[in-house]
């Protein structure tokens, strides 16, 4: 197919990384070109992902597999140390990443819009590309015009690194944009019994982190107002979840001029 998208994938053999191989396998419109990791070497990235061989063997050189491939496009889920730069090997070489890793910082970001500006290649960075995600946040900023009180919870697997999650971030960067008055909060004179007992603050809005075996990713949103609470909850009970917006993320970053920071900016 002539206008096939050439996709690589790095953290091929992770548990998104598979997903990723089996979604671009299965999607008329892509082909899995590249798959790279630090596990997994010399193994079939369709094996790993238990869709049968593909072709595509999985290899440690990000530049080489890149160029090699002719990759169009990157599709990264790693950690947070990787991910900033396997994006800059990306754009160096003219592919286009899209980095689904979170636990980047603002500055690492800015770093990534600037290599990708001064290139003139296309990249998106997504907190989370479930569809309903993304709805949630977007119904969250709408409440927060009426309920400035707001509380997260953010529920993960174990192994996830960071905390908040980036979604949780994004989330209250977007209820303290919206808000039209101040949340009157707690009283200033609170006592945390234990530092940290009232969870993180992210631009007066508190987020608390839960790291537990059975969860996949999980996100409540909990406004307060007079004698009624309004909660907003997204789950993602598997991983396949993420996928069509990962597809849907590959098929525009090409076109993209520049850096995209969050799926909404894409539907």
């Known amino acids: 197919m ?4 050439r996709v690589a994938v790095a953290g091929a053999a992770g548990r998104m990384g598979r997903e990723v191989v089996r979604a671009v396998a299965e999607a008329p419109d892509t082909i899995l070109v ?7 070497i010399g ?3 369709g094996d790993l992902a238990n869709i049968g061989p593909l072709g595509v063997t999985v290899s440690d050189d990000l530049e080489a597999s890149l160029k090699k491939s002719s990759a169009q496009v990157l599709v990264d889920f790693t950690i947070p140390t990787s991910a900033l730069s396997n994006a800059g090997v990306a754009i160096q070489s ?3 990443p899209v980095v689904g890793t979170t636990g980047l910082t603002s500055d690492d970001t800015k770093r990534l819009a600037g ?12 907190p ?14 709408e409440a927060a015009r009426y309920m400035p009180d707001a509380e997260i919870i953010e529920l993960h697997h174990e192994n996830k690194l960071d905390s908040p999650s980036g979604t949780a971030l994004m989330t209250a960067q977007r209820i303290a944009a919206a808000r ?3 949340p009157r909060g707690a009283p200033a004179n609170t006592i945390e019994k234990v530092p940290g007992g009232r969870g993180a603050d992210v631009n007066l809005v508190r987020v608390h982190s839960v790291r537990l075996p059975g969860y996949v990713a999980h996100q409540e949103v909990i406004f307060g107002a007079l004698g009624q609470t309004l909660t907003i909850r997204h789950d993602s009970t598997d991983r396949r979840s993420f996928m069509p917006g990962v597809l849907l993320a590959v098929r525009k970053v090409r ?6 920071v969050g799926l909404e900016e894409l539907l």
């Open 255 to 260: 076109k993209l001029n520049g850096l995209v």
């Open 115 to 126: 290599w990708a500006r001064d290139a003139g290649v296309g990249a998106v960075v997504a």
């Open 94 to 96: 003219g592919v286009s």
């Open 128 to 141: 989370n590309f479930a569809i309903g995600a993304v709805l949630m946040i977007r119904f969250a900023a």
């Open 180 to 182: 039209t008055q101040p």
């Open 34 to 40: 590249a798959a790279v990791d630090r596990v997994g």
């Open 43 to 45: 193994e079939d990235a």
């Open 2 to 5: 002539p206008d096939e998208i």
